[in-house]
């Protein structure tokens, strides 16, 4: 996620349209305190409403945890991941080595 400047809107204009169309989020800040946030448009967001798409959204990029951005939905935590499961985002996203970690300690019982 790219933080903009008001100042950044007049001179950098191009750049945050194609840090929209490559899907990113950004923050557009004035005297470094966020004032909003560029939410690319897509079709999550037209057919589930802005919440949901962002939450989705930061979701899938690691800024958010299942349970904030369940909550930043307004959905419960299993509808949210079912949400997630319908757009082909795994709920679960662990680094190879924490799987194997996981995995020893489930054999270890």
Known sequence: METFSIRDLRERTGELVRTAEAGELSVVAKHGQPVFVAVPFSDLLLQQGVNVALAVK??????????RAAKLSGMTRLAFIGLLGAHGIAAV??????????????ADR
């Open 93 to 106: 996203d662990y680094a190879p080595n924490e799987l194997d970690d996981e995995l020893a300690l489930l």
């Open 58 to 67: 930061l979701f899938r990029d690691h800024t958010v945890s299942l349970g």
